[in-house]
């Protein structure tokens, strides 16, 4: 009975409040909002925002940063994915890889920063030796103008959640045979992997480079990190406006949000006709007759692009750790002078409200999630009828929409009802963000369940009740810690809902990390950054190490 | 009508509509009833369809009756048919007394009496004293006699085997065969047989239903 509730409770979940918070930014956009006194409509307010000084340019990086990131991290995952599929070498760069998708954004951000400024990491390794640098070079390294900075941040960043997307879907297509194939036919490895596997591996994964570009046209949090300030994409810019005490503001921030939302839909509209271009290209050169026997180097490149972007990542968060725990750390030395846990003590008193704040909206969020997403899944054992293509893109939905197209007006909806800065308002508006995820990672482990052991249970006269109470779940349990570990560490990455929707009364180390970002203090955000990097860890640990204790002395339930 | 035994009466199971298996058939309590077909004719969808867990995409009809009783008016859980596959399917979250002892009807109380019942299975198939194993640590032959006791263990109306010797080497399989079909003499229980193999159907001794190509 339960379950029959599981999908459309999901739907109205995901969609409803993308809808009411697209129509709550729509209204004012256009002048109508009338508890701020706007009753007609009007298009003063876009005019208003056009003539705002730089706001073109705003709106180019925005549209600049969506695509660029797209394209790089999605070329260097194909081409790795053709070099290096069913090799030791692509298994041991997911072992390396998996775990950087839990990382939340911000956090990845800073450890980026901390790596790539004048005075970052990689300058105090080379410093002074190779550049005779004695003090920080006058460079513009993060938040230059271009915004060069913060594609590289995203870049590295998506890497991680393409490829472990594209490795998801590419069991369901004959690799090892169309290789063969392709390779009888005289085509290098890579050439092969682009005419015959690339075609079907790319449809299944469309949405999540679409769910990319619109994240990285949008974001917020990694754009204040590393992004350029003069003027600031727009999505940071809009931020600014919708948290002006400026009452009026309200219509004119709105405006902008329909601006980012009309970005980021020029962004895939933009994508979608280079993929034509693309697919062109491909059969352009199939119909040349071309091989390119010779793709080793091109392969090779592509595994040092991915053994980059993993160590990046890395060395940034060590970075972040050092400098939490950093007393003395002049430049140029590579380490500081002395350790101490100042910066920790001193912060402490302040983080236990943010840290109760984010723990407890990631626990909440993630179990209604978890809940809903198994209530899907019974609900389409019974049914016998997988989602099909409609259901996916709903799931995808909240990943589409430029978070800050709704979730502003969602805020003011919020604020209409009084709900606002409330615990269940939060935990809703993460949970709309948490849901696709914790649906992505657990469905297929889901589907791929052997269903004989519940008709052996039933034979056993054991009810439905029973069997998944006894059967089914026990012997998910892992998945779901981790589809549950997923979630977690979504939700605790959350940047912008929370701001909007917590109304900067509900703080989280994620809100507080990013606050801290113009300010400097490279110890102080080291906490921050490293808890926000710590908790989904945890999360993940718990995940691992729950079954492996529970069914310890059962062999089969190992991984 | 049968009164004792199994009785399938008309019973026609088809895909997109095409039908694959087309049967009305009874069986004596003891004896067997071996379905033979090629892989992929569909026969196992009518052990499927017996026990009440055939996928919704297919399209069914006719009767199943149990000693007069109307299985297909019930639920799965209440028909109480012994399924073995060819994989043993043992739960693996569970020792292999835990996959007997969930195995016995709660109409039989008390922990003692339901530890004695799964020990005295594990003797019936010669694992005396194996309730607190790993099931994965058994060797296949020896999954595959937890899988037989655990089905016995649940006082089932009937035995419905789908190819449960297939994976087994030649002289385990002559020995399982033997052991089940003993079993289900001792116990009285009408079996369905699903095969390919006609070594199989000969050691059954029942009658011999072909489906599917091999018609």
């Keep these: 009975m339960l379950p029959r509730l599981g999908p459309p409770l999901a739907v109205i979940l995901l969609t409803g409040p993308i809808l009411a918070g697209l129509l709550g930014t729509l209204l004012p956009a256009f002048g109508y909002l009338p508890a701020l006194g706007g009753t007609a409509f009007t298009l003063d307010h876009f005019a208003e925002l056009l003539g705002r000084p730089g706001i073109m340019m705003s709106a180019l990086v925005s549209l600049a940063a969506g695509l660029v990131t797209a394209a790089v991290s999605l070329g260097i995952v194909a081409l790795f994915i053709a070099g290096w599929a069913g090799t030791k070498a692509l298994s041991r760069i997911q072992h390396l890889i998996s775990p950087l998708l839990s990382v939340p954004h911000a ?443 529970i069914f310890r002395h059962r062999r089969a339930m190992r991984v | 009508m049968a009164e004792n035994g199994l009785f399938l009466d008309d019973v026609s199971i088809a895909l997109n509509g095409h039908r694959l298996v087309a049967l009305a058939h009874s069986v004596a309590p003891g004896e067997v009833l071996t379905v033979m077909g090629p892989s992929g004719s569909g026969k196992s969808t009518l052990l499927a369809y017996i026990g009440g867990f055939l996928a919704p995409a297919f399209e069914a009809s006719g009767k199943v009756f149990s000693d007069g009783l109307e299985l297909t008016a019930l639920p799965a859980e209440d028909r109480h048919v012994g399924i073995l596959f060819q994989d043993p399917l043992l739960f693996p979250h569970m020792s292999v007394g835990g996959n007997l002892i969930f195995a016995i009807p709660a109409s039989v109380k008390g922990k003692a009496a339901r530890y004695a019942l799964a020990e005295a299975a594990l003797e019936g198939v010669g694992l005396a004293g194996m309730a607190a194993r790993d099931p994965d640590t058994l060797s296949g032959g020896q999954k595959a006699r937890v899988a037989l006791a655990r089905a016995l263990l649940s006082a089932p109306r009937m035995l419905l085997l789908d190819e449960p010797f297939s994976k087994l080497d030649a002289e385990l399989r002559g020995q399982m065969r033997e052991l089940v079909f003993a079993k289900a003499r001792d116990s009285a229980l009408p079996v369905v047989l699903v095969t390919h193999d006609a070594a199989d159907a000969e050691a059954a001794g029942g009658s011999i239903v072909r489906i599917g190509n091999a018609q």
Aim: some cysteine; overall charge positive.
């Design chain 1, 107 to 549: 956090a990845a951000a800073f450890g980026f920063a901390f790596l790539i400024a004048p005075s970052g990491m990689m300058s105090r390794l080379i410093s002074p030796e190779i550049t005779g640098w004695q003090r920080p070079p006058d460079l513009l390294i993060v938040n230059d103008p271009m915004g060069l900075s913060m594609m590289a941040g995203l870049i590295v960043k998506e890497i991680p959640f393409l490829l472990l997307i594209a490795l998801a879907a590419l069991p369901q297509i004959d690799l090892t045979r169309t290789r063969a194939l392709s390779a009888s036919l005289g085509y290098g490895r890579i050439a092969g992997f682009v005419h015959g596997v690339w075609p079907p591996l790319y449809r299944q994964i469309r949405l999540a480079v679409f769910a990319v570009i619109a994240f990285s046209s949008s974001v917020v949090d990694v754009a204040a990190i590393l992004g350029p300030t003069t003027p600031a994409p727009l999505a940071v810019r809009l931020v600014g406006w919708m948290s002006d005490p400026e009452l009026s503001m309200r219509f004119f921030a709105s405006a902008g949000a329909l601006l980012q939302l009309c970005i980021t839909a020029l962004a895939i509209i933009i994508w979608i006709g280079l993929e034509h271009i693309g697919a062109a290209l491909r059969d352009h050169i199939r119909d040349c007759g071309l091989r390119f026997r010779r793709d080793r180097w091109l392969a090779r490149t592509a595994l040092a692009a991915m053994v980059v972007s993993a160590l990046a990542i890395f060395a940034g968060l060590a970075t972040l750790a050092l400098w939490s725990f950093a007393g003395l750390w002049q430049f140029p030395n590579a380490l500081p002078d002395s350790f101490t846990a100042n910066a920790w003590m001193k912060t402490a008193p302040r983080i236990a409200a943010p840290l109760a704040t984010t723990l407890l909206v990631a626990t909440l969020s993630t179990l209604l999630a978890v809940a809903l997403t198994l209530l899907c899944l019974i609900r389409e054992d019974e049914t016998g009828k997988r989602a099909g293509r409609r259901a996916l893109f709903l799931i995808y939905l909240p990943l589409l929409v430029p978070q800050a197209a709704f979730l502003f007006g969602l805020q003011l909806i919020f604020v209409g009802t009084g709900t606002v800065a409330s615990l269940p308002a939060l935990v809703l508006a993460h949970l709309v963000f948490v849901m696709p995820y914790v649906f992505l990672s657990l469905g297929d482990p889901w589907r791929a369940f052997d269903r004989r052991y519940e008709a052996v249970a039933a034979g056993l006269g054991k009810s439905r009740a029973s069997t998944l109470l006894r059967i089914r779940l026990p012997m998910m349990l892992r998945a779901i810690l981790v589809g549950a570990a997923v979630g977690f560490a979504v939700s605790i990455g959350q940047y912008l809902p929370t701001v909007l929707i917590g109304a900067g009364r509900l703080e989280t180390i994620t809100t507080e990390a990013v606050a801290l970002a113009s300010g400097g203090n490279r110890r102080i955000i080291g906490v921050y950054a490293f808890l926000q990097m710590l908790l989904p860890v945890i999360g993940f640990a718990v995940a691992t190490l729950l079954p492996a204790l």
